[in-house]
């Protein structure tokens, strides 16, 4: 599978810089999935889960109190207000 960088930050630190295959946000107007070579774009995020398929096919849940997401066809940037690794 094709794989991805995923950059999770928040004005304390950064959590997690690491290969991913897929990512699913709670997006402004719903939820939404990230793939390897998305077309770039930026969107506003609200609170809720992330999923995240990791580079070893391994689901990991964080939950996010809100922010911002930016998609390039290599890398994925959570801007975050805060954020839990639930697992």
């Known amino acids: 599978m094709n794989t991805f960088e995923l950059e999770i930050v928040t004005s304390e630190k950064v959590y997690a ?37 990791n580079a070893d096919n391994v689901e990991e849940k964080w939950m996010l109190d809100g922010g ?6 290599r890398r994925v940037t959570l801007l ?6 639930e697992g």
């Open 17 to 53: 810089l690491r290969k991913i295959i897929s990512i699913n946000v709670p997006a402004q107007k719903g939820r939404l999935t990230v793939l390897a070579r998305h077309e770039p774009f930026v969107c506003s995020l609200v609170g809720g889960n992330v999923e995240i398929i």
């Open 80 to 85: 975050a207000t805060s954020v839990k690794n």
């Open 68 to 73: 911002y997401m930016s998609v390039t066809p």
